[in-house]
C-alpha cells in the first residue's frame, strides 16, 4: 500500500541540521588544538552575552582557542576511553563535558587562565528564569505616587 501524504510532518525552520560533514570539521578542528596548544582548560557559562564573548576571544586570540559545540561531538573528539584519547588524561576532561560548557586551549599558565576569565563579568539586564539582584516590597492597598494615586490604566 502507498504511504499516505496527509500525516507528513513539514518544518517551517530555514535553519539546516548539522551534518556529519559540520561535526567532523568540528572534532578535526578540536583535534588540531589538543596537539598545537599544551593546556587544556573547560569552562561553564551562564546567561552568556556574545558580545562580552567577542572581547573575551579577541583579547586572548594570540594565545588561546575556544571551542564550544555538543557535548557529545566533543567528548568524541577528545576521546571517551583512556584508548581513545588523543593525549594523556583527555578522557577524564571528556567526562566532565556537561550542560552549558567549552574548551578553552591555551598557552598561559593556570594563574593567568584564571585571572583573564575572572575580569569579565559584567552587569547587565536580567533574562527570563534569573533570580532578582534585590528584594522589595509592595505594600497592599492602591498605589501612589507624588500627584496622586496612579490611574488604573497606563
Not at 569579565?120 to 500627584?147: T, W
Request: with cysteine.
Amino acid at each position: 500500500m502507498p504511504k499516505s501524504k496527509r500525516n507528513k510532518v513539514v518544518s517551517l525552520t530555514k535553519a539546516k541540521k548539522k551534518d556529519r560533514q559540520w561535526k567532523e570539521g568540528l572534532i578535526t578542528q578540536v583535534r588540531n588544538c589538543a596537539e598545537e596548544f599544551p593546556s587544556v582548560c573547560l569552562f561553564r557559562y551562564h546567561n552568556m552575552r556574545n558580545e562580552l564573548f567577542k572581547d573575551l576571544r579577541e583579547q586572548l586570540k594570540d594565545s588561546s582557542r575556544f571551542i564550544m559545540g555538543s557535548n557529545k561531538v566533543l567528548q568524541v573528539a577528545l576521546g571517551k576511553t583512556p584508548a581513545d584519547e588523543l593525549r594523556t588524561n583527555l578522557s577524564l576532561l571528556a567526562a566532565k563535558l556537561a550542560g552549558q560548557v567549552g574548551l578553552l586551549f591555551t598557552r598561559m599558565s593556570k594563574d593567568e587562565v584564571v585571572a583573564a576569565l575572572e575580569e569579565v563579568h559584567e552587569e547587565d539586564f536580567a533574562r527570563a528564569g534569573s533570580a532578582a539582584g534585590q528584594e522589595f516590597r509592595l505594600a497592599a492597598g492602591p498605589l501612589s505616587n507624588a500627584a496622586g494615586p496612579l490611574p488604573h490604566t497606563l
